[in-house]
């Protein structure tokens, strides 16, 4: 098939969709991804496309896959930014797809914030008469809830219109978490008949990763992926502080994002030695992350739209057979406990997360990593997403 992806996040950028759109290409199919330049989770352009190095880079073949890249403002770190850089990508791709001459069978619309991105994609379906699948991970309006805005504001009012019609207009929608069909069929009255549950996968370097313990006096718990305001690192920070005469436990901070400042900050007043910063780290290097883990953790903050979202950390985790904790209420703290490979406890509930990292010192890791890989293969194996995504795709 020859297949539009739209997806404001693409590689160098950390996303999952980059192994997504070469993975069909390896699969026989022609990919054309149309995206922004990358700026996440810092918020500024990475090195190499700043200025006029910009260029080089507007239209390049990586891997197999065409990727042209729009304007995009910088999101930075505030409101005002952020909100030029929502609607510059969106609007800068839905010009950019209005002046594409390839012809393509259908169009992948890779959700997540802003719902506004999908605009581009579902024109360019609704112009060319061709299908379009909406892949959701956030739920819009009600993400921006998360993020401090009023559900009976003026503006949360204008972004639920915008959802619903962006929602509506897609020929099928995906979903990343079963609880995302309840929200759609009640909030945004969409036929439940083209909505399918289909979960993340992850990498293969995940699922090659070596999980066997490496040092048994030290209990080395990680947390990889972005800082910011949802993911609650905080909570990981105010646990650490209870347990930090505890020399035997060690967590670790992979990741960088809008909070990271506030959790060193953290960490100085509470004059910690058991937490240490990585910051971002590229994919290739996580794999010495997770192999030093015995255990890898997962936080949200307590919000009932982000309960909901089964982050794709938790596949990542599960497929490269690590133990969880969790400190996350919902879709992830259900699934969790069904696969029997960690220890969950409420999202921002500093003081059981604390009791639980003593408690794994004396859990069976092994047995909750073996559970971990188990449920991966069985649930979310990268096998079984592309014979489902292949097969909407197809019909």
Not at 196 to 225: H, R
Not at 381 to 387: A, G, H, L, R, T
Request: net charge positive.
């Amino acid at each position: 098939m020859r297949i539009l992806i739209v997806s404001q996040h693409y590689f160098p950028e950390n996303f999952r969709i980059t192994d997504m759109a070469e993975e069909l290409v390896k699969r026989g199919n022609q990919v054309t991804v149309l995206c922004g330049y990358p700026n996440y989770p810092e918020g500024y352009l990475y090195d190499g496309y700043k200025g006029k190095e910009r260029k080089a880079h507007k239209h390049e073949i990586i891997n197999g896959v065409n990727v042209i890249r729009c304007y995009e403002h910088p999101r930075k770190q505030n409101a005002f930014d952020l909100f030029l850089n929502y609607y510059s990508i969106s609007l800068s791709m839905k010009h950019t797809a209005k002046k594409l001459k390839d012809k393509f069978d259908c169009v992948f619309i890779n959700q997540l914030s802003p719902v506004m991105q999908a605009w581009a994609g579902l024109w360019f379906a609704h112009k060319h008469k061709i299908p379009s699948i909406l892949y959701c991970y956030d739920l819009w309006p009600d993400s921006l809830i998360a993020g401090g805005i009023k559900s009976n504001s003026l503006i949360f009012k204008y972004f639920q219109k915008v959802s619903n019609k962006i929602y509506k207009n897609a020929t099928k929608i995906l979903v990343t978490s079963k609880n995302f069909i309840e929200y759609f069929t009640t909030k945004h009255k969409i036929d439940s008949k083209k909505i399918f549950y289909l979960p993340q996968y992850c990498e293969d370097i995940f699922v090659n990763i070596n999980s066997s313990l490496k040092n048994a006096n030290t209990f080395n718990y990680v947390f990889a992926g972005n800082v910011g305001n949802v993911q609650s690192v905080e909570t990981i920070i105010k646990a650490a502080n209870i347990i930090k005469n505890d020399s035997s436990i060690k967590i670790h901070i992979v990741g960088d994002g809008s909070r990271l400042v506030k959790c060193k900050q953290m960490c100085k007043e509470f004059s910690l030695n058991n937490v240490i910063f990585y910051g971002k780290r590229p994919l290739e290097e996580m794999q010495k992350f997770y192999e030093m883990a015995t255990a890898m953790i997962v936080t949200l903050s307590k919000n009932e739209i982000l309960s909901r979202t089964l982050p794709g950390k938790v596949q990542s985790y599960m497929a490269a057979g690590k133990a969880i904790i969790g400190a996350i209420d919902g879709e992830a703290n259900e699934i969790i406990r069904e696969a029997n490979c960690g220890m969950v406890c409420e999202s921002e509930n500093y003081e059981d997360l604390a009791k639980i990292f003593i408690d794994m010192k004396n859990a069976d890791v092994e047995n909750m990593s073996l559970n971990s890989k188990k449920f991966y293969k069985e649930k979310f194996n990268k096998k079984i997403f592309f014979e489902k995504l292949l097969k909407y795709m197809e019909e």
